[in-house]
């Protein structure tokens, strides 16, 4: 699948080189290259520094589409009009269109900071002065989104703050200099395998046993959130290929399979209670909450999710969820039993349906020889019966936490499969 045009995404910000904040531009503009049937060959993420910023857009400007963000604001430091004009040989010039409208969003700002304008005249003239030939996509905050026409390559030029980005990005894509590139690509299809459970070297032994990519077929394996992610990219024909290797994967590995399409285990969580009409609650000691904020980043999810008990202490562990202190005293706050009192507590408590619990140490410190840390408890219960799981992880504090809140969601995700398998 080589004979897609070829993208290259540049994003600039040194920022992003120092790791003070992670790229999100480009694996978006990636995504949806791929979407639309361009490779995208490269992401070269570079700092503001003239020498390397204008390096990358020279290797940008081989391919057929080149994207680039970040570097468009008012300061010294913004350098990528300028320095993609000089790549392109072309010379810069004051857009008075652009001068009007971001002279008039900055004069309200200066207002409202009571602040003299003088003060964002020289950003204003800047941000407005663009390549000889470009063509403005308009604003998204002050910065203007920019596309040109090289003839042999285009070149979409967008902000760097992500909202900015995106909304430019879909004015880019009916450009006719766009176009032109878009009516070269095939768009491909599409085939998404998720597993829970299984490793990743068996299900690149499932995929090896199936036959391997190839063919118009090409396979990624990624270990991503605790859980296994195969993602097929079909060329156009290659349809039946596809379908023949998909299940090739799938026959070994069906137990741990939860989907066929990018759907987030939380959001699959919610539909299994609403199908059943249940209600949903948590109650978590190590994880912080960790589980029950995955559950309500999904919008509408306040028709199942009823709430959580953060229950940290042992005196909070009894006091609001009722765990009973000779529990607690023989057993222990991380452990099978007092998991199973926490998810009993929750459910009186809320009055839920559906309740996972999740207890135990994330360290660094409070582990012993017995209860090491990275030992973690989880139940789930229901109307339909109860899950457990417990697991000792080694890793950071971090990695345990979000491991035991990825395994919560799957276990209550389970349980409420086994229930609606029970009842059909």
């Given amino acids: 699948m080589t004979d897609r045009p070829r993208a290259f995404i540049v994003v600039t910000g040194s920022e992003l080189v120092r790791g003070d904040r992670p790229d999100l531009n480009g694996p978006f503009i990636a995504a949806e290259l791929l979407q639309l049937g361009i490779e995208p060959a490269r992401i070269s993420i570079v700092g503001d520094a003239e020498g390397e910023l204008a390096e990358a857009l020279a290797e940008g400007l081989r391919a057929d589409l080149c994207v680039v963000s970040g570097g468009l604001g008012p300061t010294h430091d913004d350098r990528t009009v300028e320095l993609v004009a000089r790549a392109l040989g072309a010379g810069l010039r004051l857009d008075e269109d652009l001068h009007v409208e971001i002279g008039a969003i900055s004069r309200a700002f200066a207002e409202?900071?009571?602040?003299?304008?003088?003060?964002?005249e020289a950003g204003v003239l800047k941000q407005a002065t663009i390549p000889d030939g470009a063509l403005s996509l308009g604003l998204a905050g002050t910065a203007p989104g920019l596309v040109l026409d090289r003839?042999?390559?285009?070149v979409v030029v967008l902000p760097g703050p992500p909202p900015e980005l995106q909304?430019?990005?879909?004015?880019?894509?009916?450009?006719a200099p766009v176009q032109r590139v878009l009516s070269?690509?095939?768009p491909p299809g599409f085939r998404k395998l998720r597993f829970f459970g299984a490793s990743e070297s068996a299900v690149a032994k499932a995929l090896a046993d199936a036959g391997g990519d190839g063919d118009g077929v090409e396979a990624t394996i990624c270990a991503r959130d605790f859980e296994i992610h195969v993602d097929l990219v079909v060329a156009p024909g290659a349809d039946q290929r596809a379908d023949e290797l998909t299940e090739g994967i799938v026959a070994p590995l069906e137990r741990y399979l939860f989907s066929r399409s990018e759907q987030p285990v939380e959001e699959i969580v919610l539909e299994l209670c609403r199908a059943g009409g249940l209600t949903l609650a948590t109650a978590e000691s190590c994880t912080g909450g960790m589980v029950a904020e995955r559950i309500t980043s999904v919008p509408g999810s306040s028709d199942v999710f009823l709430g959580a008990v953060v229950a940290y202490a042992d005196e909070v562990k009894g006091r609001e969820l009722g765990v009973p202190a000779d529990i607690l005293e023989r057993h222990g706050a991380v452990s099978a039993e007092t998991a199973t009192a926490m998810v009993v507590g929750v459910r009186e408590r809320l009055g839920a349906d559906v309740a996972v619990s999740v207890t135990g140490i994330a360290g660094p410190g409070g582990g012993t020889e017995a209860k090491p840390v990275g030992l973690v408890y989880l139940h789930?219960?229901?109307?339909?019966?109860?899950?457990?799981?417990?697991?000792?992880?080694?890793?950071d504090r971090g990695t345990i936490r979000h491991r035991a809140t990825v395994t919560a969601l799957h276990l209550?995700?389970?349980?409420?499969?086994q229930s609606r398998d029970a009842a059909a």
């Fill in 380 to 395: 789930a219960a229901g109307p339909g019966g109860a899950r457990s799981a417990d697991f000792v992880l080694p890793g």
């Fill in 151 to 154: 003839g042999e390559s285009v």
């Fill in 412 to 417: 209550v995700r389970r349980l409420l499969q």
């Fill in 112 to 120: 409202r900071l009571g602040r003299p304008y003088v003060d964002f």
């Fill in 167 to 175: 909304r430019l990005w879909r004015s880019a894509l009916e450009t």
């Fill in 184 to 186: 070269r690509a095939r």
